[in-house]
């Protein structure tokens, strides 16, 4: 028989497929028994169903309200620049993109406390208050009578909406991994239809009240928009729980346990302390920066398109009430783009490869936009464009949560996700000045989807080689150490946590 090499020592792994085994070591006794229940606990298949049926009715539809009226409240911008605002207020494009662009400098500003604060603060009462404060500030927007007042109100709108841009972090205390995408598809495909229902609105409204009490049309728009966002937040404030431990209605007890039992299961901890050393540690690792790429590319096409879809597709040559009304057909189609691409994703498990495979329809897409000016085919390749792009931002996001856990290091991730990407999306904002064909945007753009997916393919590589060194080194005496640390201290550096690809 062959030696033993000394540098290995005798461990019993902890199988990587069960999460319940890496939840910290370092909690109270409650949270120890429940960890040892989750790793044992045998389900019953029918209150498992039962309550995650409970959870889409009860937790979905108000995080998907929320995203909806976060997105109208972001995309109503352009509704209003052809619905009279830029006549109004004597607005260039330079002007209507800094509007656009000081949106997502205040998101990005206040992103991170945004996302890391939720359990300190309470998602029902983060996610209420900021929608009450945008939802206001957007009624007084029709009060504006000049870009710099514009500036302003738009500066702090997307303050206020970076309080709720923690949402798909928020769904990750609820769902377990392969149900997770899915989810989180329902709630980014609010900001496609929300998109089209922007697009409804402004035609209805250019159409029937522009003009109405001495308004134009804009004026309206922001003044409707604003008012629904405020009633709605008190909804959220009184129905959304907390946390799996603070649920205090429609679930029996059994039912609460068993969806604390799931929450451990995806690496979640009732500690809501946040780690400030392990916000900036995960800068240090080279496939946060792949997830990087891929997400800063997807921010500049998404932020572009949304900004600028109706000037878009008026720049093909329909009138501006057709345009409001053929803006609903393109989100229509970046809404199947997502519920298709994340519903592969959760049946396949394939997170890599269906991301890249998602990014292949813009750069063809975008191909088309720069090369043909025929005006049927260019809407179309605007349509092909948004089924492609849209998926591309729950794809990467809910693969990245999958990819780094513990509370502190997870939350930073996803506010990361809305900081370095936003950047990229304020460049995509000032990329397109040039109409109508906006030649120098749809290049840029297209460089941005061929990074996503050499970027994606890239990062599905790397993490299959962080797996197999792991495996490699699994009764390593370095193994053996990172094993007496928890989930919390180490994340997914642990050894007995694997990658999914």
């Given at each position: 028989m062959a030696s033993k090499n000394p540098d290995m020592i005798e461990v019993n792994p902890v199988d990587y497929r069960d999460?319940?085994?890496?939840?910290?070591?370092t909690s109270d006794s409650s949270q120890d028994s429940m960890t040892k229940e989750a790793e044992h606990e045998e389900v019953d298949p029918k209150l498992a169903r039962r309550v995650k049926w409970k959870l889409d009715l009860f937790i979905l539809p108000l995080m998907a309200s929320v995203y909806f009226?976060?997105?109208?409240?972001?995309?109503?911008?352009?509704n209003a620049k052809i619905a009279g605002l830029t006549e109004e207020l004597a607005l260039s494009p330079g002007d209507y993109s800094n509007a656009a662009t000081v949106f997502l400098v205040a998101t990005v500003v206040f992103q991170l406390p945004g996302t890391l604060l939720i359990k300190k603060i309470h998602p029902n009462?983060?996610?209420a208050g900021a929608m009450l404060t945008w939802g206001f500030l957007t009624a007084m927007t029709v009060l504006a009578k000049n870009g710099g007042q514009l500036l302003a109100i738009r500066f702090l709108i997307g303050g206020?909406?970076?309080f709720v841009q923690g949402?798909?972090?928020y769904l990750s205390f609820w769902y377990q991994y392969s149900?997770?995408?899915t989810r989180g598809a329902i709630v980014a495909s609010m900001s496609t239809i929300a998109g089209a229902f922007n697009g409804l609105i402004a035609y209805a409204i250019v159409k029937d009240l522009d003009g109405a009490n001495g308004w134009r049309a804009w004026r309206w728009i922001f003044l409707i928009e604003g008012i629904v966002p405020i009633a709605f937040s008190f909804v959220v404030l009184f129905l959304l729980p907390s946390s799996p431990r603070e649920v205090t209605w429609g679930f029996t007890e059994a039912e609460k346990q068993h969806i604390i039992r799931r929450a451990a299961r995806a690496h979640n901890t009732s500690e809501p302390r946040v780690e400030l050393k392990q916000i900036w540690k995960v800068m240090l690792d080279l496939h946060f920066w792949l997830f990087i790429l891929v997400s800063c590319g997807g921010a500049f096409c998404q932020s572009?398109?949304?900004?600028?879809?109706?000037?878009?597709?008026?720049?093909?040559?329909?009138?501006?009430v057709n345009a409001q009304l053929f803006t609903t057909i393109v989100y229509a189609c970046g809404c199947v783009g997502i519920l298709f691409f994340s519903r592969l994703a959760d049946k396949t498990n394939a997170r890599g490869i269906i991301l890249a495979v998602s990014t292949v329809g813009a750069v063809v897409g975008y191909a088309v936009l720069i090369w043909v000016h025929h005006r049927d085919v260019r809407f179309a390749a605007t349509c092909l464009v948004a089924f492609s792009v849209y998926p591309n931002t729950v794809l990467q996001v809910t693969w990245a949560a999958m990819s780094f856990v513990g509370y502190t290091r997870r939350g930073s991730v996803i506010a990361f996700f809305n900081?370095?990407?936003h950047l990229f999306a304020i460049s995509g904002t000032q990329a397109y000045q040039d109409p109508p064909y906006y030649s120098i945007g749809n290049a840029t753009a297209l460089g941005m989807s061929v990074l996503m997916l050499l970027s994606s393919i890239g990062l599905r590589f790397y993490l299959g080689y962080l797996n197999k060194k792991k495996r490699e080194n699994q009764f390593s005496e370095h193994a053996a150490f990172m094993r007496g640390k928890s989930i919390e201290e180490i994340g997914d550096h642990h050894p007995d946590f694997f990658y999914t690809l």
């Open positions: 999460p319940a085994a890496l939840l910290p070591t009226f976060a997105t109208m409240g972001k995309s109503d911008l352009g009462r983060q996610f206020a909406e970076a949402g798909v972090f149900e997770y995408a572009s398109l949304s900004n600028f879809l109706p000037d878009i597709i008026a720049g093909f040559g329909y009138s501006d900081i370095f990407p």
